[in-house]
């Protein structure tokens, strides 16, 4: 089973309320571990490895650097987690590095003879711990405060990411509702690297609210049933997660469609 996470954009007082409702529930498992964490986010004047859906990560832990490359993948609502990271010394890029040879080789022909420079940069205070349900369920709750930075720009963030670890992928929901009973939750639709584009950009980390129409879905005949029956859903989930955001901060009326849109790629 592929590790999966949620992402919820969160502010403040959000922060207090949820570790508040953790410790009351007896949800967590030891103590809570805080961390700094600056991300350096890596491309060509042009933007070439954005364009072809691709970031290079550079991570500074304590005093270890890593490098992680992520590829264009699936909405961001319930989504694989990072993938592992390699050695970075000096916080320098290591393409050579990069153990899968194919996302290697279209890094060579993207970049092709560039050099790579930052776009932008995120400096995290990240705070963890280990939530457990009753069940067996047992998933990272892992809290992000700091800001991102991008062009001599900078914005605030903060988001909670709860990372399954063991047990059922549903469990997440259902540590989901124990945390936020109340609801009023907004996913974290965009990764760090996307908003820090969008920084640089429009000097916003968050794109300009409106309705979302459904968009096709490009099925593989290779696919089975449930990958494609997957890729739909992942759609339709995509689209009502904006437009709840539209709804709730647009003042005209909005009226929302929901349809299935989707085509085979031969």
């Known amino acids: 089973m592929s590790e999966i996470e949620l992402k919820f954009a969160i502010d403040e007082s959000t922060v207090g ?3 508040e409702r953790a410790r009351k529930l007896r949800l967590t498992k ?7 964490l600056r991300s350096i986010y890596l491309d060509t004047p042009e933007h070439a490895l954005k364009s072809a859906g691709i970031a290079i990560r550079l991570r500074r832990d304590g005093r270890r650097w890593t490098q992680t490359v992520k590829t264009r993948a699936a909405p961001q609502d319930l989504s694989p987690v990072d993938p592992p990271g390699v050695p970075a010394p000096g916080g320098r890029p290591q393409i050579n590095a990069i ?3 194919a996302v290697r080789d279209e890094i060579v022909r993207q970049v092709n003879g560039s050099t790579l420079q930052a776009v932008c940069e995120t400096v995290i205070k990240r705070t963890a711990t280990e939530i457990s349900l009753g069940d067996g369920t047992r998933a990272a709750l892992a809290v992000d405060d700091g800001e991102i930075r991008a062009n001599g720009r900078s914005a605030p ?3 909670a990411e709860i990372e399954l670890i063991e047990g059922r992928p549903g469990g997440l929901f259902d540590i989901v509702q124990a945390l936020f009973p109340d609801g009023a939750l907004r996913f974290s639709r ?14 916003e980390i968050e794109p300009p609210v409106t309705p979302r129409n459904a968009r096709s879905v490009a099925l593989d005949p290779a696919q089975t049933a449930e990958q494609a029956a997957r890729d739909v859903v992942r759609e339709c989930f995509d689209q009502v997660a904006a ?3 539209a709804v709730q901060n647009l003042d005209k009326p909005t009226v929302l469609f929901l349809e299935l849109s989707f085509e085979y790629s031969s």
């Not at 965009?190 to 000097?203: F, V």
């Open 30 to 36: 030891g103590g809570r571990r805080t961390r700094k």
């Open 190 to 203: 965009l990764s760090k690297a996307a908003r820090g584009y969008l920084l640089a950009e429009t000097g």
């Open 99 to 101: 153990p899968d040879p």
């Open 243 to 245: 437009n709840v955001v």
């Open 17 to 19: 309320r949820l570790w």
């Open 157 to 159: 963030w903060r988001e």
